[in-house]
């Protein structure tokens, strides 16, 4: 009876410390000009994690572009087709920038209007440090929520910020040839990042 006990115990113990680990969760991007995988930060950005996977597990991003892209700044994508027709998104994420991540060179952030709490569908991930962009921003508007990084790819993210871009309509800096998300799928199998 004792050692059903103490084995009962000691079950509890591991499925509460499987259960208390966090989960890595990592998103592959293929797209026109290679691969990308980004690792997410639930601890971190729960919210804005669980919004992003949302879109993910939908097939939201399928045909999407890169429709920004500024070399020494950032390539942003996640809101719009090859005709640069937007598609529908969800109700906003509230803005979680405020959790000690930095918008530092390969991370992710979400795309956002002035309204801080404006996020939906779109991301960018930056190319360089940008501090400017963290919490509490330079005009207090609460800054730009990194939410993940770049794990592998990142000859991907340098091959994209360094292409041709040209205006179009209300579009500044997008790309002449588009840039398309082929699928963007959840791994069953993280990957382990290079140190």
């Known amino acids: 009876m004792y050692q059903k006990l103490l084995t009962a115990l000691a079950g509890l113990t591991l499925s509460a410390a499987v259960l208390a680990a966090p989960a890595v969760t990592q998103v592959e991007l293929k797209t026109t000009m290679g691969d990308i995988v980004v690792e997410l930060n639930r601890e971190k950005a729960p919210k804005t994690v669980d919004n992003f996977l949302t879109y ?10 890169f429709h920004r892209v500024i070399d020494g700044f950032m390539i942003q994508g996640g809101g719009y ?3 640069l ?6 109700k906003p994420v509230p803005i979680e920038s405020n959790n000690g991540l930095s918008n530092v060179k390969y991370s992710l952030a979400m795309a956002r209007m002035g309204d801080p709490n404006s996020a939906t569908s779109q ?4 190319v360089e440090d940008n501090a400017p962009l963290d919490y509490p921003g330079p005009d207090g508007s609460g800054g730009y929520t990194v939410f993940g990084k ?7 993210v340098d091959k994209i910020k360094g292409v041709l871009v040209d205006d179009k309509g209300i579009f500044q800096n997008i790309p002449v040839i588009p840039i ?3 699928s963007a799928t959840i791994l069953k199998t993280p990957i382990q990042p290079k140190q």
């Open 81 to 83: 087709d090859e005709k």
């Open 85 to 90: 027709k937007g598609k529908p998104v969800n």
């Open 123 to 126: 991301w960018f991930i930056n």
């Open 150 to 156: 770049v794990v592998k790819g990142f000859e991907t």
């Open 56 to 65: 993910v597990k939908s097939g939201f991003y399928k045909g999407t572009i």
């Open 180 to 182: 398309t998300v082929k």
